[in-house]
Antibody
């Protein structure tokens, strides 16, 4: 079965960086893109960006441009999300999810999710 | 920029009631829409894709309908495990991205 297993809880100081991993299993990793979504405490879901499978193209939310980098390592079937210059409002649960449907078109949805990684930014 | 507006923000119902959740898109981008259920401390779970197709393992009491810009998620008879927050989601045209609605919380009355 498809599984996405994320790295553990992180506590960072303002200005630091965090790198969250998402290890995939149960499917051909290179055939599906990965989306990253975050959720601040008590808030809704916020799309951060995605990385396509076949050519590792990335698309980031405008508000995160310049601070976020998404990568993949096909040899280990792992996706990574690095967020730099952390601020207190980056405190959130971070989820990875597999791009399902046809995300090059409009038929794009997320059928498989990681368990989430809590990132806390505090001095 | 695409905005998805969900209503109501909170729905207070009893087990066995019918729940009707709305999602309205600010632009008629496409007829494709997904619905997710999220319980506290858990990742979202896909319920509906392509506006009306149930995801694998989703009970038949969940149904989706509509086309741009108005979509509806209906839960025909609420079970205790259905009390949760529900989000709708669409893909934007350009730049490629996903937009989520603000969520509807279905709570026990």
């Amino acid at each position: 079965q498809v599984q996405l297993v994320q790295s553990g809880t992180e506590v960072k100081k303002p200005g630091a960086s965090v790198k969250v991993s998402c290890k995939a299993s149960g499917y051909t990793f290179a055939s599906y893109g990965i989306t990253w979504v975050r959720q601040a405490p008590g808030q809704g879901l916020e799309w951060m960006g995605w990385i396509t499978a076949y050519n590792a193209n990335t698309y980031y939310a405008q508000k995160l441009q310049g601070r976020v980098t998404m990568t993949t390592d096909t040899s280990t079937s792992t996706a990574y999300m690095e967020l730099r210059s952390l601020r207190s409002d980056d405190t959130a649960m971070y989820f990875c999810a597999r791009n399902d449907g046809y995300c090059s078109g409009y038929n794009c949805y997320l059928a498989h999710w990681g368990q989430g990684t809590l990132v806390t930014v505090s001095s | 920029e695409l905005v998805l507006t969900q209503s109501p923000a909170t729905l207070s119902l009893s087990p066995g009631d019918r729940a009707t959740l709305s999602c309205r898109a600010s632009q008629s981008v496409s007829s494709y829409l997904a619905w997710y259920q999220q319980k506290p401390g858990q990742a979202p779970r896909l319920l509906i894709y392509d506006a009306s197709n149930r995801a694998t393992g989703i009970p038949a009491r969940f149904s989706g309908s509509g086309s741009g810009p108005d979509f509806t998620l209906t839960i025909s008879s609420l079970e205790p495990e259905d009390f949760a927050v529900y989000y709708c989601q669409q893909r934007n045209n350009w730049p490629p991205s996903l937009t989520f609605g603000g969520g509807t919380k279905v709570e026990i009355k």
